[in-house]
């Protein structure tokens, strides 16, 4: 223990004298949980820091956009949620080849065929219902039941404009089940908000009895005493493995392949747990509390067809926005 301390010491030492590299994280993961994962890892890496910009994916995508045109792109790390925006960036010529220790860990659907970017966390899109109002029988059980006369005015959702997993839930049912889905769910009287985690504040809060939203965000606000909870829904859970990649442009290509190598690592995985309720992507770690492991989930979600999503995500947009919205 007296090494390790001396050890410590010496790279903080180390840090205050030649100064941190700094690292640019541009992500969607909440500022809470976000913050409490780049201390844990600034914690045990103190040559590098990490200085972070988060917002939804949408407003991330715009920024990203608006910096390339300009020629000047700040981000050296990209972590969002909505995965098949990572080909479109890939595409372009953004993301870097790279080749993390870590990732022989990660099962190969967790991996880009090109090592673009792998994915650092499962996050899902469920269905959160009020623990006050409704039991995890009497809740919806499938997404089609939500267009049901029974939840008039009881549905709250978030927007594919702002939420990268609403791009790709309202991508996943709109292949599924057709725009009409969506008009049903208009007809039904259904809210939309800004993004999951309004969605879950408002379930719990008891403005709505069920909503659309991402299963750690429910789980966290659960954990913490909220009369929330949710189904995997029976026709399928929408899991997104939400990736992490370093741009090509970054200039600090060490200290950032050191900040992917933590997420993907077992210990990293493991603070994912601890701090942020998230389900990792490693079979040696252990999921949080009465939440089902990575592998069960996947064998029981709904088919993606990230590709298709990737090439319709302004149609997703903009037809979301056409019958939801206006």
């Known amino acids: 223990m007296r090494k390790i301390s001396i050890v410590f010491v010496l790279l903080v030492c180390a840090a205050l004298l030649f100064g941190a590299e700094k690292i640019m994280l541009y ?6 949980i976000m913050t409490a994962i780049a201390d844990a890892f600034m914690s045990d890496n103190p040559t590098v820091e990490v200085e972070v910009f988060r917002s939804g994916t949408g407003t991330i995508q715009t920024k990203i956009a608006a910096e390339v045109q300009a020629g000047n792109l700040q981000a050296d ?5 909505e995965f ?7 595409k372009q010529g953004l993301l ?10 990660l099962p190969e659907n967790f991996k880009d065929k090109d090592n673009c970017y792998y994915a650092g966390r499962l996050i899902n899109m469920v269905i959160a219902y009020n623990t006050n109002e409704l039991t995890a029988d ?11 006369s029974k939840w008039y005015d009881n549905f709250v959702m978030p927007n594919p404009e702002y939420s990268g997993a609403a791009v790709a839930a309202v991508g996943a049912l709109s292949i599924n089940y057709g725009w ?17 985690s309004d969605v879950a504040q408002k379930v719990a809060a008891g403005e709505f009895p069920i909503g659309m939203t991402l299963d750690y965000i429910a789980r966290g606000l659960r954990d913490n005493g909220s009369p929330i909870d949710i189904v995997y ?5 929408i899991a997104i493995p939400s990736p992490v990649a370093i741009m090509k442009t970054t200039d600090n290509m060490e200290a950032a392949m050191t900040f992917v190598n933590y997420i993907l690592s077992e ?3 493991k603070v994912l747990v601890e701090l942020g309720s998230l389900v990792p992507i490693r079979s040696d770690v252990n999921p949080p509390p009465n939440t089902p492991p990575a592998g069960e989930i996947l064998d029981q979600a709904m088919k993606i067809d990230w590709k298709a999503i990737e090439e319709l995500t302004t149609e997703i947009n903009t037809k979301f926005a056409d019958i939801m919205l206006f």
């Open 180 to 196: 009409e889905y969506f008009e049903d769910l208009r007809e039904n009287e259904a809210v939309v908000v800004r993004g999951n």
């Open 233 to 237: 829904p029976k026709d399928g859970t």
């Open 84 to 90: 098949s925006y990572y080909e479109t960036l890939k």
């Open 138 to 148: 009497t809740a919806p059980q499938f997404w089609t039941d939500l267009t049901d």
């Open 96 to 105: 870097a080849e790279v080749f993390p220790e870590e990732a022989g860990a």
């Open 27 to 32: 992500t969607s993961v909440p500022t809470a």
């Open 267 to 269: 210990k990293g995985q």
């Open 77 to 81: 790390v990209i972590w969002v949620a």
